[in-house]
């Protein structure tokens, strides 16, 4: 990633950290990305002996696992310049994305888990921040087949119409839920989780507003998975559908039971999962720019390196200038996010918005320059 950094004002540590993680990106990421995409059937990519377990123990043994736990935990917040967080994220997305989204969603259920003060709770977080060896896999069901973007307009607390809540359902009986539903193939981690950040219907008279959040190991009987689902992109990134049948779980394990506050928690997820892919999708821009830069240096046209073909030059420029306006967003949103708690959604969801579009963008330019090769 040879460019000049803008962010004079980067810690010591920032950089330390920043190298560190260029190493394992560049050295274990990137390849293992893509010889898991070069496999015909998704199910590969996670057998044993995958390179993926590889990139899973790199990442963990690096402890990049344990940046959002405090301290007292055995984690990384507190003491770690937020400056940092967005350094590794571009680092890991300039290798590969797939893999990248993989590795930062595991967190999700263990990290919900800190909202709960019960001893099985926060016992669970500790075995995965000391988890090196990547036997505990987190996953975040929040999509079902019929509700994907109900769960951001959820935030809204007018937003209560019955028949855009979730379809899974958990209902109270004693002292246990009986949990009923499935999530969609688009879960990322989906069939190898061992445990879920699961957002359940309530109430699904409320919609949206009638919502919990359980966090629960997916070892419990009447829970199935799909097949892995197969994809043109991010074949890295594992992802499929969770069925739940009359899953018994304690009451305990439903660590958001009040609405108003499950509504707020979500809302915070959600400004911490956009906020990251914004910062993530920069890294993939940043690298298809990088590819088509070295390669028009390379390849000769007319006598000469295609670079100095003047509107090759001009392609190359405007590539550049729209990955380091999507960095800027990204790391300004993510200033403000970690200063200004709960940040701001809006600018979160328009940050991932313009990296991701500018990561399709630059990708597609640069198959362009490579012409034929492309």
């Not at 937020?82 to 571009?90: A, D, F, H």
């Not at 879920?196 to 409320?206: F, T, W």
């Not at 949206?208 to 074949?235: E, F, H, T």
């Not at 911490?272 to 993530?280: D, H, P």
């Amino acid at each position: 990633m040879g460019y000049t950094e803008l962010d004079t004002d980067l810690s010591k540590e920032a950089l330390a950290v920043q190298k560190e993680v260029q190493k394992f990106a560049r050295e274990v990421v990137r390849p293992a990305g893509i010889e898991l995409d070069k496999l015909p059937d998704p199910a590969d990519v996670y057998a044993d002996g995958s390179v993926y377990w590889d990139v899973v123990k790199g990442y963990r043994e690096l402890g990049l696992h344990t940046a959002a736990f405090p301290k007292e935990l055995g984690g990384m917040a507190g003491d770690m310049d937020p400056s940092v967080g967005p350094l590794i994220s571009e680092c890991m997305g300039h290798a590969d994305a797939g893999l990248t989204i993989s590795l930062s969603v595991s967190v999700m259920p263990f990290y919900a888990a800190a909202l709960s003060p019960e001893p099985v709770h926060q016992n669970m977080i500790k075995d995965y921040i000391n988890d090196t060896s990547g036997e505990m896999i987190g996953c975040w069901a929040i999509t079902e087949p019929a509700h994907g973007s109900d769960a951001i307009l959820g935030i809204n607390p007018k937003y209560d119409d019955p028949n855009c809540g979730y379809d899974l359902t958990a209902e109270l009986k004693g002292d246990e839920y009986i949990l009923n539903g499935q999530k969609s193939a688009w879960v990322s981690n989906g069939t190898i989780a061992t445990h879920a950040s699961l957002h359940v219907a309530l109430d699904p008279a409320k919609g949206m507003q009638g919502s919990g959040i359980c966090v629960i190991p997916l070892d419990l009987a009447g829970i199935s998975r799909g097949k892995p689902l197969d994809k043109i992109g991010q074949r890295p990134l594992n992802q499929g559908e969770i069925f739940f049948q009359d899953v018994k779980i304690p009451k305990s394990h439903m660590i958001v039971s009040d609405s108003a506050m499950a509504t707020m928690t979500a809302k915070m997820i959600l400004t911490g999962a956009n906020g990251g892919m914004g910062q993530m999708f920069v890294g993939l821009a940043q690298a298809a720019y990088d590819e088509a830069f070295a390669y028009a240096k390379e390849r000769i046209q007319g006598g000469v390196p295609i670079f100095e073909h003047k509107n090759i030059k001009l392609q190359l420029f405007n590539m550049f200038t729209k990955v380091e306006a999507a960095r800027a967003l990204a790391r300004r949103v993510s200033r403000y996010n970690s200063n200004t708690p709960p940040g701001s959604l809006p600018h979160a969801i328009a940050s991932k918005i313009l990296s991701t579009n500018t990561a399709f963008e630059v990708a597609s330019d640069a198959i362009s320059v490579f012409g034929g090769n492309g």
